[in-house]
């Protein structure tokens, strides 16, 4: 079956330091994945989405990056966080053409 | 444009239904989904309705859509204090090739004993 990782599951850094926040799949090859983030009391926003090693869609201009460096392996990354930048990420797979996302259990960042 | 909206909160007594409603606006939507988020977790997925099907029944899940007025419920029967979370409805959008979800904002459900 099927089973996707993040980490670290919280995170507290200050405003300026980089960020590095990982997510893995494993039970699945070729997956779509995603990074969203959720606002205090808001819905997900999504941020960056890839259909395979080295791609990546952005949606929304920031100061956030992701990359894709294996099949199962997506990371979202920070030269220098900003307060704004607070909130709980979560990763998603989908399966090749299936449209149905599957979410892991988020990182909870805090930007002091 | 892609506009998905959600009621903030609802409370209901155990043992009672819950209806938890989510409208949207791009009639090109695909498959509607519920997910729930319990307090610092990820989002579980609970079910999904076809967008040529008017409703879908998973044991004390009940999906009801209206693709007429763009509107898609989620009832819950003998609804239960552990359904207590956060129900968020999201549509699929395949002609965007964007592979993403449209998230609502997500209704509160608080169940009280």
């Known amino acids: 079956s099927q089973t996707i990782h993040q980490w670290p599951a919280t995170l507290v850094q200050p405003v300026g330091s980089p960020l590095s926040l990982e997510c893995t799949v494993e039970?699945?090859?070729?997956?779509?994945l995603y990074w969203y983030r959720q606002a205090a009391g808001r819905g997900l926003q999504l941020l960056f989405y890839?259909?395979?090693?080295?791609?990546i869609s952005s949606e929304v201009p920031q100061n956030l990056s992701a990359s894709r460096p294996q099949d199962w392996q997506f990371i979202l990354s920070s030269k220098k966080l900003l307060l704004s930048d607070s909130g709980f990420y979560l990763c998603?797979?989908?399966?090749?053409?299936?449209?149905?996302?599957?979410f892991g259990p988020g990182t909870r960042l805090l930007v002091l | 444009g892609e506009d998905v909206e959600q009621s903030l909160f609802l409370s209901v007594r155990e043992g009672d239904s819950s209806v938890i409603n989510c409208t949207y606006t791009?009639?090109?939507?695909?498959?509607l989904y519920w997910y729930k988020q319990e307090p610092g977790a990820g989002l579980q997925l609970l079910t999904y309705?076809?967008?040529?099907?008017d409703m879908k029944q998973d044991q004390r899940l009940t999906v009801l859509l209206n693709k007429k007025d763009k509107h898609l419920s989620l009832r819950i029967a003998d609804t239960q204090t552990g359904d207590s979370a956060i129900y968020f409805c999201?549509?699929?959008?395949?002609?965007?090739?964007?592979?993403?979800?449209?998230f609502g904002s997500g209704t509160r459900l608080q169940v009280q004993p």
């Open positions: 039970g699945t090859s070729n997956p779509n």
């Open positions: 890839s259909v395979g090693i080295g791609q």
């Open positions: 309705i076809f967008s040529n099907m």
């Open positions: 998603a797979w989908s399966g090749g053409d299936q449209e149905t996302q599957y």
């Open positions: 999201a549509e699929s959008l395949r002609d965007t090739g964007r592979r993403a979800l449209t």
């Open positions: 791009d009639s090109s939507s695909t498959y």
